[in-house]
């Protein structure tokens, strides 16, 4: 249960929050989905702000705080009083003198949910003009019955557009796809189906050869390049950060709406040059030794990193090493979803590390599954296994680092990035908050 004070808090800022997009009258793109709605809002403000001024929610304030505060431009008073008050009187300031004409035109507004009614909340004052669902999967499902009403509650983004809005919605996923049938506005669907509107194909990994310390040739991952197309017309699209078809549907929902918005393909190719994915979403990072990291740490779910181990599979490698950490908020689910993973590790990895105690299913499971158990290690935190991890690595590995938040598997990255000078401006959680838990 939320305290007085939280629940008082939420209520002004929602009041600022209204009085602003009553005032500014912004155009809003709402984005959710149980997996990659984050990548997906950071692809379409890539692709909005080439044309448009345009502002995206930072950090986590993806909730009943942090939207009201990303409306009205503003940070959080934190757990002071007087900063709170801070905040309040800015935004009067905002809502009186600021210009119009330097407010943002279009806000790109990721929407969380953890718990039922939380999106219902947000879209009853903001009402966007566009719904993005990215994917359905089982996180948090620690406060749902059931992944029905977690379908239920990310379906009010789409239900609840105004007239003129637009659902776009991701045809690869049942639960999403089914969403239409609900939505009464215009839809448009992105995948990598032949059905969908905004499609996907010709996906290949780019290189670069390198020679290691004995002069043989190893290949480094440089991204990856896809065909963009709609309506009959393809472009040539490369992501030179990102590997995955995870990123590559994040390019696909930028593409929908930029076409709503009107940008044609040329435009929205140019835009997504410069896309990257936030920090801990399947980002490459060179590792020392002549590795390469994929970096995945900013959180997990069953079904994020099933995709990413697919990603890792698709690698050309020497030898292919995951690290994965515990998946939290999975209630009941989560030894069924771990044990999920392990399946799907046993058929990708070469050497497996599981981190902490629920990770030990995926250890069991990918025992079951037929990888050799003496390639399998179990430690209890990220701290205890990043020194391993690094002894373990040679010249030519990739390796895939994912878990949940509470798994601080980031800890694993910088221990064995290149250069970990630059980790605050490549990995998650690098705040003095975040260092001190």
Same mark, same amino acid.
């Given at each position: 249960m939320k305290s007085k004070k939280i629940i008082y808090l939420e209520k002004i800022l929602k009041y600022f929050a209204v009085k602003a997009l009553r005032r500014f009258k912004p155009r809003i793109v709402g984005v959710t989905g149980s997996v990659g709605k984050s990548s997906a809002k950071e692809a379409i403000y890539t692709v909005l702000n080439s044309k448009y001024r345009v502002r995206k929610n930072e950090k986590n304030y993806n909730n009943e705080i942090g939207l009201p505060l990303t409306i009205l431009g503003l940070s959080g008073g934190g757990g002071s009083f007087l900063k709170w008050i801070g905040v309040f009187l800015r935004s009067i300031g905002i809502l009186f003198f600021s210009s119009k004409k330097r407010y943002p035109e279009i806000l790109v507004l990721e929407m969380g949910a953890d718990r039922p009614g939380d999106i219902k909340y947000l879209v009853d004052f903001i009402r966007p003009e566009v719904g993005v669902v990215t994917a359905i999967g089982i996180s948090h499902l620690e406060y749902f019955k059931d992944k029905k009403q977690i379908v239920r509650e990310k379906s009010y983004l789409v239900r609840f557009l105004n007239k003129e809005g637009l659902a776009v919605l991701n045809y690869d996923d049942e639960e999403a796809r089914k969403m239409a049938e609900a939505v009464k506005v215009k839809k448009m669907f992105y995948g990598f189906s032949e059905t969908a509107d905004v499609g996907a194909s010709d996906v290949f990994f780019g290189y670069e050869t390198l020679k290691d310390n004995q002069g043989l040739d190893i290949s &480094?991952? *440089? =991204?990856?390049?896809?065909?963009?197309?709609? $309506? =009959?017309?393809?472009?040539?699209? *490369?992501?030179? %950060?990102?590997?995955? *078809?995870? %990123?590559? !549907?994040?390019?696909?929902?930028?593409?929908?709406?930029?076409?709503?918005? =009107?940008?044609?393909?040329? $435009?929205?190719? =140019?835009?997504? &040059?410069?896309? %990257?994915?936030?920090?801990? *979403?399947?980002?490459?990072?060179?590792?020392? &030794?002549?590795?390469?990291?994929?970096?995945?740490? !900013?959180?997990?779910a069953p079904q994020s990193t099933l995709a990413a181990l697919e990603v890792l599979e698709k690698i050309q490698a020497r030898r292919k090493i995951v690290a994965l950490g515990n998946m939290l908020e999975l209630g009941e689910a989560a030894e069924a979803g771990h044990r999920e993973v392990g399946k799907k590790a046993a058929q990708v990895a070469n050497l497996l590390f599981a981190i902490g105690d629920k990770a030990k299913f995926i250890a069991d499971e990918a025992i079951r599954s037929g990888i050799d158990k003496n390639n399998v290690f179990c430690y209890d935190s990220s701290f205890e296994a990043k020194i391993p991890i690094q002894k373990a690595l040679k010249e030519g590995d990739v390796i895939l680092i994912k878990g949940s938040q509470g798994a601080r598997m980031e800890l694993i990255s910088q221990e064995i990035m290149r250069y970990p000078d630059q980790a605050e401006k490549l990995l998650p959680r690098q705040t003095a908050e975040w260092k001190r838990k």
């Open positions: &480094k991952l *440089r =991204g990856i390049s896809f065909k963009l197309s709609f $309506e =009959g017309t393809t472009m040539p699209v *490369r992501l030179t %950060q990102s590997v995955g *078809r995870p %990123q590559i !549907y994040s390019a696909l929902a930028a593409t929908a709406v930029g076409i709503h918005f =009107g940008l044609n393909l040329v $435009e929205i190719a =140019g835009a997504l &040059k410069d896309f %990257q994915a936030p920090v801990g *979403r399947l980002n490459i990072i060179d590792g020392i &030794k002549n590795t390469m990291i994929i970096e995945d740490s !900013y959180n997990a």
